[in-house]
């Protein structure tokens, strides 16, 4: 396993974040660290994501990765701004490859045998289940990775402080992705001791030593 993945596996969660205030990048890292839980994966749907994956990632006490990139011209950017490691909605093999060529740990999403078996074509073993309550959940997921023994998965979408349990439970999934810890409604409050205190209630649950 890449090192990078290795450190996720650790954490056992991944803030995925919507930020729309580049300036707002700084804060979200303090409440994430004191939280106990230092990884974000900001999201490429708003203009702010690159400014805010440089902003992070030059502090150098936490994971920044960059989410819902498409192309390899999203990757490039995110790369360049600092981000550790690459998420996507789906597997694009171009994007794949590009970014195993510069040693950029990157997790699809996957959502049926067919694309677990594009996945692990492109040399991947470490894949995003995405969108994993809609697609069925825990039961969903444990019907799908039971053919490929070899794949570990990091479920996304509509994972809760309630349901993650029943996914880590899993011994095939080595982290959740969730974006309860850092919600739309609490970024556009400004909310960081709100955060802070969500991020810190998972890592009780998932890591406990780190509080």
């Known amino acids: 396993m890449h090192p990078i993945l290795q450190k996720i596996a650790e954490l056992k969660i991944i803030p995925v974040i919507v ?18 839980l230092p990884i974000a994966e900001i999201t490429f749907r708003t203009g702010a994501a690159e400014g ?4 992070m990632a030059v502090r150098g006490d ?19 701004a600092g981000a550790s490691f690459i998420v996507a909605p789906g597997t694009n093999h171009q994007v794949v490859e590009h970014c195993l060529k510069q040693d950029i740990p990157i997790t699809p999403g996957v ?30 997921l444990k019907a799908i990775s039971a053919p490929y023994r070899q794949v570990q998965f990091i479920p996304t ?22 974006s309860w810890l850092a919600s739309r ?27």
Not at 19 to 25: P, S, Y
Not at 52 to 55: F, M, N
Not at 193 to 211: G, Y
Request: charged share 20%; proline share 5%.
């Open 19 to 36: 930020l729309e205030e580049e300036e707002q990048a700084l804060p979200l890292a303090d409440a994430l660290v004191a939280g106990g």
């Open 52 to 55: 805010a994956i440089r902003a």
């Open 62 to 80: 936490l994971l920044v990765g960059a989410g819902t990139v498409l192309t390899i011209e999203q990757a490039d950017r995110a790369i360049d």
């Open 111 to 140: 959502a049926t045998p067919t694309d677990i078996e594009l996945a692990l074509s492109l040399g991947l073993e470490t894949l995003k289940f995405f969108p994993a309550e809609a697609l069925g959940g825990v039961s969903m």
């Open 157 to 178: 979408g509509g994972i809760t402080l309630e349901n993650m349990p029943s996914y880590l439970a899993l011994p095939q999934v080595i982290a959740c992705g969730g």
């Open 185 to 211: 409604d609490k970024l556009a409050n400004n909310q960081f001791d709100a955060i802070e205190k969500t991020v810190a209630a998972a890592v009780a649950i998932t890591n406990p030593a780190r509080i």
